[in-house]
């Protein structure tokens, strides 16, 4: 398959129709995917810029191209962070960047809310914004501890959405750490403890939320 460029890549994600269901729900429809290794570098540039490359696009449609992204029932392109054949360095590297798109890009353009309190669904981003860490395949793969450092790397994303004064970005991160966990109690424990200690703005609600993902009870 011949490489495609970026630009390409970014709208064959984005840059669809708002229809009744997902676009992706039409196999048909899947974009695509370039090998493993430039699959990581797009994902890095994407997660990085993704205040700037993704302003175009509405709510909606980044709800859809990141959930296409991120789930492993639609898209294989984030095992690109789990294949050992591609550098450790530059994996962490856009694990890292996945903290940027909090900050540039659910930080801006989600609504202020705890998702896991909403009845319906107000703004569409949002979703994906709580159910990330959810569907993604990782931390702890398949509940096996396989890759650590990748682990440990997502953990740290959690730890600084935290600090983010965003309900919709906290409640996304306690959702994963409430996740992990069953295979990171310590770590959880901590980064769940200090962010309650030392937070700022944390609501009755919120706090509760947090109680429960220390305990691995959330939804």
């Excluded at 789990?82 to 909090?102: G, S």
């Excluded at 801006?108 to 159910?131: D, F, Q």
């Excluded at 306690?174 to 310590?186: F, Q, S, T």
């Amino acid at each position: 398959m011949p490489d495609i460029n970026f630009k390409e890549w970014v709208k064959g994600r984005f840059d669809k129709p708002e229809g009744p269901e997902p676009w992706y729900y039409d196999y048909k429809n899947a974009p695509p995917e370039p090998p493993p290794a430039l699959s990581l570098q797009y994902l890095r540039k994407l997660f990085s810029e993704s205040g700037e490359l993704l302003k175009g696009y509405s709510n909606r449609q980044l709800k859809d191209g990141l959930w296409y992204l991120f789930d492993p029932g639609n898209s294989n392109e984030l095992f690109c962070l789990l294949d050992e054949a591609l550098p450790l360095k530059e994996r962490l590297e856009t694990v890292d960047a996945i903290y940027l798109l909090y900050r540039d890009c659910f930080f801006n353009r989600c609504s202020k809310e705890l998702s896991h309190l909403a009845k319906v669904e107000g703004n569409p981003l949002n979703s994906i914004c709580y159910m990330v860490w959810d569907i993604v395949a990782f931390p702890a793969t398949g509940g096996k501890l396989e890759k650590p450092e990748v682990d440990a790397a997502c953990l740290a994303v959690m730890e600084k959405a935290l600090a983010l004064e965003h309900d919709a970005c906290r409640g996304s991160a306690l959702h994963g750490l409430g996740h992990a966990k069953w295979y990171y109690p310590a770590e959880v424990q901590r980064i769940i403890g200090a962010f309650l200690k030392a937070g700022k703005n944390i609501s009755p609600d919120l706090r509760k939320y947090a109680e429960a993902a220390n305990t691995g009870m959330i939804q």
